[in-house]
Nanobody, 120 residues
Framework: QVHLVESGGGLVQPGGSLRLSCEAS????????LNWFCQAPGKERELVAR???????EYADSVKGRFTISGGHTRNPVYLAMNSLKPEDTAVYYC??????????????WGQGTQVTVSS
């Protein structure tokens, strides 16, 4: 019902920047929350940042001051601006959208992920 596509990943040097995008398509009535997760090799998937209808942006402690999540009224697309990147940020980044479909059912959808590699 909902298709999410992340883009913007790549290889950057430490201290560099990337801007990830999450684009949603489908019969969507509303996106009420959008989360960015990351998953490094051998690690569990972790929440990086989120925006929700009734809350301001929230960030993991490890990225506060470096990452910024943003989106328009529809939260589509949503961006994750990543600055001052560290090797520890290397991971696959996934967007996750929660909302309501046009048939008034709720959805919880995940994108395919985009690779971010921070290395010299």
């Amino acid at each position: 019902q909902v298709h999410l596509v992340e883009s913007g990943g790549g290889l950057v040097q430490p201290g560099g920047s990337l801007r990830l995008s999450c684009e949603a398509s489908g019969s969507i009535f509303s996106i009420d929350a959008l989360n960015w997760f990351c998953q490094a090799p051998g690690k569990e998937r972790e929440l990086v940042a989120r925006i929700a209808s009734d809350d301001g942006p929230e960030y993991a402690d490890s990225v506060k001051g470096r990452f910024t999540i943003s989106g328009g009224h529809t939260r589509n697309p949503v961006y994750l601006a990543m600055n001052s990147l560290k090797p520890e940020d290397t991971a696959v980044y996934y967007c996750n959208a929660l909302g309501v479909l046009s048939d008034f059912t709720v959805f919880d959808s995940w994108g395919q992920g985009t690779q971010v590699t921070v290395s010299s």
